[in-house]
Nanobody, 124 residues
């Protein structure tokens, strides 16, 4: 059974930084695309960014326009862990952040498995 466990969320002031982590288990982490989504109160869940398997174009990344230039996704296959470094945080980044994995080395979405989420709150 695949498990994704997020950590690193919390309260931060606008302009600050956070690094989220996602520990994965239950499948060969390195061979699938993984990434992040978020859901703000009253809004639909939205894509944040993702990274392909290292074997697919060297682990390429792609981001939503709303976080591009402020966020970096990386993966440590030896630790089965995914990271999301977020800088220059804004109040509109406040949301529950979910880790997710797809069913291919190169695509996300679509999502095959979700984590439980971690809350990020950015105060103005």
């Amino acid at each position: 059974q695949v498990q994704l466990v997020e950590s690193g969320g919390g309260l931060v002031q606008a302009g600050g930084s956070l690094r989220l982590s996602c520990a994965a288990s239950g499948r060969t982490f390195s061979t699938y695309a993984v990434g992040w989504f978020r859901q703000a109160p009253g809004k639909e869940r939205e894509f944040v960014g993702a990274i392909s398997a290292i074997g697919w174009k060297g682990g390429s990344t792609w981001y939503a326009d709303s976080v591009k230039g402020r966020s970096t996704i990386s993966r440590d296959n030896a630790k089965n862990t995914l990271y999301l470094q977020m800088n220059s945080l804004k109040p509109e980044d406040t949301a529950i952040y979910y880790c997710a994995t797809g069913s291919t080395a190169w695509g996300l979405p679509p999502v095959e498995y979700w984590g439980q989420g971690t809350q990020v709150t950015v105060s103005s």
